[in-house]
T-cell receptor
Framework: GIQVEQSPPDLILQEGANSTLRCNFSDSVNNLQWFHQNPWGQLINLFYIPSGTKQNGRLSATTVATERYSLLYISSSQTTDSGVYFCAVERFQGAAGNKLTFGGGTRVLVKP | DSGVTQTPKHLITATGQRVTLRCSPRSGDLSVYWYQQSLDQGLQFLIQYYNGEERAKGNILERFSAQQFPDLHSELNLSSLELGDSALYFC??????????????FGPGTRLTVL
């Protein structure tokens, strides 16, 4: 099956700093999503971004499908950005379903 | 709030027991997915239902089963529970009729503890 690797595994930031999280995947995909898992365990949708660039406030994401990677940018980080960031991909399987395959996550801690 | 609801939020039970987790998808979504998040295995896909029919299966144990009802809510049944089944179980939904985008939205999860 498709492999999803995220880097770095851990990131410690000072409040106000910028950072880049990376997601590499091993095959072509038709869906790529970024999630933030907050300290209470909730998975929050950040971006649906199978290709191109999107921005939402201090967060932005870019997926280069032809090179099989996606980047998540966090600017001016805040303590509320702490948590685990997951990248998940779906490889088109037609009638065989739409499962997401998750990477191992990047654990982010933003210090005040 | 994603619009996906799950009950219960927490469940504590003993080995050998059986439990049922319930999920209501977002209004209009036809697909329901179940995922398991454990410390050693990460987030893993278990099973997908589309409009009442099983669509895809992941590494779901034979002791686990699921179904989707005519009103599109879904239940995940876990039986003969073992300590290793302790995990966070998520339900997700996707597939609003008017959109071709298959973005999945996750519920708050059910935290299962098997003692």
């Amino acid at each position: 099956g498709i492999q999803v690797e995220q880097s770095p595994p851990d990131l410690i930031l000072q409040e106000g700093a910028n950072s880049t999280l990376r997601c590499n995947f091993s095959d072509s995909v038709n869906n790529l999503q970024w999630f933030h898992q907050n300290p209470w365990g909730q998975l929050i949708n950040l971006f649906y971004i199978p290709s191109g660039t999107k921005q939402n406030g201090r967060l932005s994401a870019t997926t280069v499908a032809t090179e099989r990677y996606s980047l998540l940018y966090i600017s001016s980080s805040q303590t509320t950005d702490s948590g685990v960031y997951f990248c998940a991909v779906e490889r088109f399987q037609g009638a065989a379903g739409n499962k997401l395959t998750f990477g191992g996550g990047t654990r982010v801690l933003v210090k005040p | 709030d994603s619009g996906v609801t799950q009950t219960p939020k927490h469940l504590i039970t003993a080995t050998g027991q059986r439990v049922t987790l319930r999920c209501s998808p977002r209004s209009g979504d036809l697909s329901v997915y179940w995922y398991q998040q454990s410390l050693d295995q990460g987030l893993q896909f278990l099973i997908q239902y589309y409009n009442g029919e099983e669509r895809a299966k992941g590494n779901i144990l034979e002791r686990f089963s699921a179904q989707q009802f005519p009103d599109l809510h879904s239940e995940l049944n876990l039986s003969s529970l073992e300590l290793g089944d302790s995990a966070l179980y998520f339900c997700a939904s996707s597939g609003r009729r008017v959109s071709g985008v298959n973005e999945q939205f996750f519920g708050p999860g059910t935290r299962l503890t098997v003692l």
